[in-house]
């Protein structure tokens, strides 16, 4: 079969840049396609302030100061410095432009967030021109690659290099859209492209990337079956619902993979104690490790309870709030959370440190070792999400026997299977409703099967032998690639 050209293009790619599971994802898609034997090439942000340690860069001869005019205020000049992705020979073309990407943050509240991630999509557009290089595919994710489709019709539609290029775009998370004002256009360089803009928005003041990516891409998926269902929902649409309705018949659901390179307990090397689900014997070493480092007083045969998680209302923190103590004053358990985000969250858990210091660890901030760590040394993982498109932790929770308690909704209702003691067939622990109640009893279910360690060790056995690789999954990806363009088959 002949290859596919793919070009992805992702606002933060693993390990360059991460705030979540989005890197993740390009980073494995991206390695599974190239190991299938395709041209893919990734796209993102060259931002200064990550450590790129161990990374080096050239510069791509084609594409070095070009100039994007009727562009901010007076236009801008990018580079292209060409790598690869570690540990593989995946291309990755970061786009170089200081001004707009050499922030403290990788997104953030900036004035000009349009102009940064407007700049990414010309910018891709510009160096496929320089290369000649015509992708099948250009597979866009999230807000921040919204308006490539609409570039590529517009400023972009002249090119014939272009003409049988078609795109794709995934919805990593709804609830990120960015939205902005409709001087957001000039800046652009697409304010005479105005009437091409959801109208109904633009009468009432604003553009929406994301909604333009979904009304001008060829094809649209999502991260799960069951996210795709709910998106079009009104209590999960977050206003695209009707949108995502009338473009149900392009929209498709694949749950992520997961790279077991990276996320596998046999040969983690960010973990002190391998072990595999034959041998678990450095799962309890790591689970003591982690008891010491947190300097808890839990002892082995009681349940440690992690969680790793940006801490925002997304993820359903809410439900915590009342419960854990509850849980901590009654039970034998430990907890520990790494994360950080929204302050009223953040003080909280500092809180219930402070009100359970041999019970509770707390780790504010990012620590890529130390999320492997909590996934090897736990022994359950809590993902109680308001909404969740897929989710990766329970995944890497499951492969690493760390059992799951998750809330039924989007990827965490399509990986995780409740767990039925009389059959003993499941793999974790689900809760459907977002209901304090709900989540209590299904902990109270969880607590109540660890003591039952033959039940436990089943659970476990059942949880690492699943399979969420991107052999699997990105197969999926490969399928709806070639469905959509128009290469020989
Ligand atoms: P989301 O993308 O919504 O944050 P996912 O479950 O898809 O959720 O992916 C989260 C990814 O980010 C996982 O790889 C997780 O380990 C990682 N992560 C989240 N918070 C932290 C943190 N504070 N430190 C290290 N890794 C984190
Ligand atoms: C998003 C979602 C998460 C998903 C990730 C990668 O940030 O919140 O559920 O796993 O993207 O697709």
Known sequence: MTDLKICLVSSEVAP???????????????RYLKTAGHDVRIFMPFYDRQSYDDVTFESLGEAQDVR???????????????????????????????ELFDREELYGSYSDEHVRFGLLNRAVLETCQRLGWAP???????????????????????????????????????GYQGTFSTDALKDLGLDEHANLFYQEDYREGFVNFLKTGLIYSDWLTTVSDTYAREIQTEEFGMG??????????????????????????????????????DDLSGKAKNKADLIEVFHLDVPMDAPLIGCVSRLTGQKGFELLLDILPVLLRQENMGFLILGSGEEKYEQYFQWLRDAFPTKVGVYKGYNNELAH?????????????RYEPCGLNQMYSLRYGTVPVVRGTGGLADTVVRFDPATGVGTGFVFQDFDVDQLHAEMRRCLQTWKDQGAWSHLIQNGMRQDFSWEKQGLLYEQLYRSLATVQQ
């Not at 360059?16 to 991206?30: F, H, N, P, Q, S």
């Not at 236009?75 to 170089?96: A, E």
């Not at 040394?377 to 999400?385: I, K, T």
């Open 373 to 385: 760590k909590i996934e090897a040394g736990a022994d359950v993982f809590l993902m109680p999400s």
């Open 68 to 98: 994007v005019d009727h562009f901010g205020d007076s236009g801008f000049t990018f580079s292209v410095k060409l790598t690869v992705l570690p540990g593989s020979d995946v291309p990755i073309y970061c786009v170089v432009c200081p």
């Open 240 to 277: 695209l619902e009707e949108i995502l309705q009338r473009r149900a018949g392009a929209l498709t659901g694949i749950v992520n993979g997961v790279d077991y390179e990276d996320w596998s307990p046999e040969t983690d090397p960010l973990i002190n104690h391998n072990y595999s689900a």
């Open 16 to 30: 360059l840049a991460k705030t979540g599971g989005l890197a993740d994802v390009a980073a494995g898609l991206g």
């Open 136 to 174: 099948d595919v250009f597979h866009c994710n999230d807000w921040h690659t919204g308006l490539l489709p609409l570039y590529l019709k517009t400023h972009y539609g002249w090119d014939q290099l272009f003409r049988e290029s078609k795109t794709m775009l995934t919805i990593h998370n709804i």
